[in-house]
């Protein structure tokens, strides 16, 4: 459906990337909304089909690259009403205003289901580090809270702040540790577990 839109727009001479003036009169004013046309559903915005008025920076950065929504100008109007399956409801032109408060309140959302998806991947996940030893079991250099961060970030593709770790001490010997994670109160702790946690094993080279 995604392709055929974009086909469509194109025949008529058209991009998602198109400038043009109805689509930054808005921009750099906080507060003034963009009426647009939406080209499919969207949960809590509203109907293929509907009008409706969204902040400049949402239809720039989010419903124009995904072409859910063009704007309400008549050449736009024309080529919706060509399309019966995106547009459906040509009888009723429904506005609805979407407030900065709905705006932040998606942004939080979207938010804290990227922090849960991080905080299941590093609870899922096993830290290796390898270090030599100096004598029985123990390290020639103990690994610090900085290291595991930098680690997370190199082995995982996470970047986490050091407060999201708690370890007291440096790590000085070989073996495995599971280190509690201090993540927002937000996120829902795991299934079966008190707190979110990350695994490191250090073993030798």
């Keep these: 459906m995604a392709a055929a839109r974009v086909a469509l727009l194109r025949r008529h001479g ?30 809590k915005l509203g109907k293929a089909g509907e009008t409706v008025k969204v902040a400049p920076g949402h239809f720039r950065n989010h419903l124009m690259p995904k072409m859910l929504a ?9 080529l919706m009403r060509e399309q019966p399956k995106i547009y459906q409801h040509e009888e009723e032109v429904v506005v609805k205003e979407v407030t900065k408060e ?5 942004q939080a959302e979207e938010k804290l ?30 690994v610090t809270k900085d290291e595991i961060v930098s ?13 999201n770790l708690h370890l007291v001490s440096p790590l000085s010997s070989l073996g495995e540790f599971e280190l509690p994670l201090r993540l927002p109160r937000d996120i829902p702790r795991p299934e079966g577990k008190l707190q979110w946690t990350l695994n490191v094993k250090i073993r030798r080279p």
């Excluded at 709905?102 to 998606?106: E, I, P, Q, Y």
């Excluded at 990227?114 to 004598?135: C, G, H, M, P, T």
Aim: aromatic share 6%; hydrophobic share 45%; net charge positive.
């Design 102 to 106: 709905d705006d932040d309140a998606r």
């Design 70 to 78: 063009v704007p309400n100008i008549d050449k736009f109007a024309i």
């Design 14 to 43: 058209l991009t998602a990337a198109a400038a043009n003036p109805v689509l930054f009169s808005a921009h750099g004013l906080r507060y003034r909304k963009l009426e647009v046309i939406l080209t499919k559903t969207i949960d």
């Design 151 to 163: 680690e997370v970030a190199r082995q995982l593709n996470i970047n986490m702040h050091p407060d």
């Design 113 to 142: 289901k990227e922090y849960q998806a991080a905080a299941k991947r590093l609870d899922n996940a096993l830290l290796v580090l390898r270090r030599f030893i100096s004598e029985g079991n123990e390290l020639r250099t103990t």
